[in-house]
């Protein structure tokens, strides 16, 4: 993320305790934030933000600021309890909080980003963020809950459409629709309707795009362990169309692995499933769908965007959208 929303993040952060316990726990409270990350929701908010006449170094872009730290604080404090809820093993290249301190420990430092998350929306001051992170917060919440409930009753009748609506409530929402939303509102303007079905075209085509580079991404760049939606049994469309084609013995194998908790799954087969996945049509056609979906959605933002204040920003706006959109880690 930007330095000046690290800064931010971490002023609102104790850094500082006489106590050595104490000492530790906020020092786990900035590993997160301190380890980085993309900052693509923050930056999709400021792009917004601009696009709305917000000028840089203003009151206005201060509170486009503040939100965006927001959104940070909050995407650091869903990471650490997705960690704990998937059973993961890495965050951006390092072992995942519970990894390192126990779950206990990281189930509390998440509970406290989420506080802090509160105080950067209220130092905004800006009228309506405060609905829009909480139906957010809402939606994320509805989709990790399909997602994990599949995992949890081991639940692999699924179609297409099901990933798709787990898709638009965990990920569209806080990728690229309230992003937008709060970019506007920071700009003191209603945001314009069009955004919701320009970011639920765009919200699947990212988590989409993730989940092929979860399969074949660089991990010095992916930040995430290749191959770990796999181990965590995760439901993909990229999964999902090659259970269609894939032979009894093929599909028998699969589901007998995905029925085992992540430590008694068995490497070997997990890595001939994840070279089969690869080798057969269905990264191909999940690609082809993200495409799909990414070039709808850019249209619609486009034409959300057609009377945005500042045009020269509503076009980087839309340029960055579709470099995330074909990212490749």
């Excluded at 650490?80 to 206990?104: F, N």
């Excluded at 989709?143 to 798709?164: M, N, P, S």
């Excluded at 991990?219 to 269609?244: F, S």
Aim: hydrophobic share 50%.
């Amino acid at each position: 993320m930007r330095p000046e929303l690290l800064e931010r993040a971490l002023s609102l952060l104790p850094a500082s305790a006489s106590h050595p316990e104490l000492a530790r726990y906020f020092a786990m409270l900035r590993d997160y934030p301190i380890r980085g990350g993309k900052g693509i929701r923050s930056e999709l908010l400021l792009a917004s933000a601009a696009a709305h006449g917000v000028q840089v170094d203003t009151a206005a872009w201060e509170r486009a600021l503040w939100l965006a730290t927001a959104l940070e604080l909050f995407q650091n404090w869903v990471l650490i309890h997705d960690d704990i809820e998937d059973d993961s093993e890495e965050r951006r290249g390092q072992p995942a909080l519970h990894r390192l301190h126990g779950v206990a420990l990281a189930i509390n430092a998440g509970d406290a980003l989420h506080a802090y998350m509160w105080a950067a929306v209220h130092r905004a001051g800006v009228p309506g963020a405060m609905e829009e992170f909480l139906a957010m917060i809402h939606r994320t919440a509805e989709g990790q809950h399909l997602d994990l409930a599949w995992v949890e009753r081991r639940e692999w009748t699924l179609k297409e459409a099901d990933y798709l609506q787990m898709v638009s409530l965990k990920t569209a929402h806080y990728t690229v629709i309230v992003p937008l939303r709060l970019g506007a509102l920071a700009a003191g303007l209603a945001p314009d309707e069009r955004f919701t079905a320009a970011g639920l075209a765009l919200g699947a085509a990212f988590q989409i795009r993730d989940d092929v580079l979860n399969l074949l991404g660089d991990p010095a760049k992916y930040g995430k362990e290749i191959g770990g939606d796999l181990l965590e049994g995760k439901r993909t469309l990229i999964v999902l169309h090659w259970l269609q084609t894939a032979s009894a013995q093929q599909k028998d194998l699969f589901l007998e692995q995905m029925h085992l908790d992540r430590p008694a799954k068995d490497a070997a087969t997990i890595a001939d499933i994840h070279r089969r996945l690869l080798e057969g049509g269905s990264v191909a056609y999940a690609q082809a769908y993200a495409d799909a979906q990414a070039k709808a959605g850019i249209a619609l933002l486009t034409e959300a965007l057609q009377d945005a204040p500042d045009q020269t920003a509503a076009a980087r706006l839309v340029g960055a959208v579709r470099e995330l959109a074909s990212r490749e880690a």
